[in-house]
């Protein structure tokens, strides 16, 4: 049987003693106050054990990571139509670029791009009631925890900077993929990124992409064809443009933000977050990414 807290106790200390520990984003100003020296990291396995080090009860903005959630409530609500409006490819660009949106009629390449995102959130908006609080509803539904919001000032701070998702907004709906007005839409979106959760409350959500579409409750969000479409979006989509070298290094589906957060998971085993606030190159935590490199090493247990 593996120990999982051993493993988990000695990756954190590693990761606390790093000298380079990558760049805190800047561009959203709110971001670019919290501390490089962070890091959280929690384990949830199959069967609800939880394991857990550092400063895996801080909450943070996990940004991109709840593209996954509002993919999963859209692909509830829309099914297979879904796909008629955003694509299933990696795209190789920066999670921002806009160039391919044009080459591709306004159908963004996958709903894990800011573009495909913000489709995602126009499906959203026509089909919720009150798109900002049922979201936020039905994450806080899947994890048992009423406590989770959206962080206001970070919204406010994304609304602020946001010109690249206000153009791609536009250049979409200029191609007629966006039904609602771009400043509704994007306003779910600014929200959405602002959600805070800690490590802890992350595999809480994400367990129902490990665990067949059931929370831990044993309630039904998804099924089980809709998980295995949204795990393999993770894989090959959820790091931008460092998909090759997560699934490469880690060898999970996965997701990261630009907050530090990646959440990743092996079917039938485990749901994994990390918190790093300092970012690679490409936008993804430097020391997630190594953590979690460590612990399929450490552990054996990967995809492949």
């Avoid at 999982?4 to 003693?17: L, M, R, S, W, Y």
């Amino acid at each position: 049987m593996i120990d999982f807290q051993h493993i988990i106790d000695t990756i954190a200390k590693e990761a606390n003693t790093a000298e380079e520990r990558g760049k805190v984003a800047s561009y959203i100003p709110e971001l670019s106050k919290v501390s490089a020296k962070k890091f959280g990291i929690t384990l949830l396995d199959a069967d609800g054990n939880s394991f857990s080090a550092g400063d895996s009860n801080e909450r943070f903005s996990i940004q991109s990571i709840s593209k996954v959630l509002a993919l999963a409530k859209a692909f509830d609500l829309e099914g297979d139509h879904l796909w008629q409006r955003v694509g299933v490819e990696p795209s190789g660009d920066p999670f921002n670029h806009l160039s391919l949106l044009e080459m591709e009629n306004g159908i963004p390449r996958n709903p894990l791009i800011n573009a495909g995102a913000i489709v995602i959130c126009d499906i959203l908006v026509s089909k919720l009631n009150a798109p900002k609080q049922d979201f936020l509803t039905f994450v806080q539904q899947i994890a048992n925890d009423p406590t989770i919001t959206y962080d206001e000032a970070v919204a406010q701070s994304e609304k602020k900077t946001g010109f690249k998702n206000y153009a791609a907004a536009y250049l979409i709906k200029s191609y007629g993929n966006l039904t609602n007005d771009v400043e509704t839409v994007l306003d779910l979106y600014f929200y959405m990124c602002s959600l805070t959760l800690s490590c802890e409350q992350l595999v809480k959500v994400f367990y129902i992409f490990m665990n067949h579409g059931k929370c831990l409750r044993n309630q039904h969000y998804l099924n089980i064809f809709q998980i295995k479409r949204i795990n393999a979006i993770m894989l090959t989509c959820g790091f931008y443009d460092e998909a090759g070298e997560f699934a490469f290094e880690v060898g999970l589906p996965g997701k990261s933000g630009v907050g530090g957060g990646i959440v990743a998971l092996l079917p039938n085993e485990f749901c994994v977050a990390t918190w790093s606030p300092g970012l690679n190159d490409k936008g993804n935590s430097k020391l997630g990414m190594r953590a979690l490199e460590k612990l399929t090493t450490k552990t054996g247990l990967s995809i492949f």
